[in-house]
């Protein structure tokens, strides 16, 4: 299994950033995806979780309505488009999934919210 994210970088307050994770290595269809992050000196937390077709999206609170998750079951691929960024968003953001009751991360993408 891997999980390779891109799109991160630095952004001024109030920008936009689409997050990609390509994935392989497992039937990526029928998976649940989820994105986290990770601030300096505090724990990784959920952001958004998107179901296996697509269509049930969960996502953390202080991001409903700015951010939106998705996927592309023929790229293999999802996504976290991230509107209205704020500098506490900050962080670095990993790709998740459970496979085989295995757990996996990719290596993250480092999102700057900064003036």
């Known amino acids: 299994v891997q999980l390779v994210e891109s799109g991160g970088g630095l952004v001024q307050p109030g920008g936009s950033l689409r997050l990609s994770c390509a994935a392989s290595?497992?039937?990526?269809?029928?998976?649940?995806m989820s994105w986290y992050h990770q601030a300096p000196g505090k724990e990784r937390e959920l952001v958004a979780t998107?179901?296996?077709?697509?269509?049930?999206?969960n996502y953390e609170e202080s991001v409903k309505g700015r951010f939106a998750i998705s996927r592309d079951n023929f790229r293999n691929t999802v996504y976290l488009q991230m509107n209205s960024l704020k500098p506490e968003d900050t962080a670095v953001y990993y790709c998740?999934?459970?496979?085989?009751?295995?757990?996996?991360w990719g290596q993250g993408t480092q999102v700057t919210v900064s003036s």
């Open positions: 998740n999934t459970k496979y085989r009751n295995v757990v996996y």
């Open positions: 290595g497992f039937p990526f269809r029928w998976y649940v």
């Open positions: 998107i179901s296996s077709d697509g269509y049930s999206t």
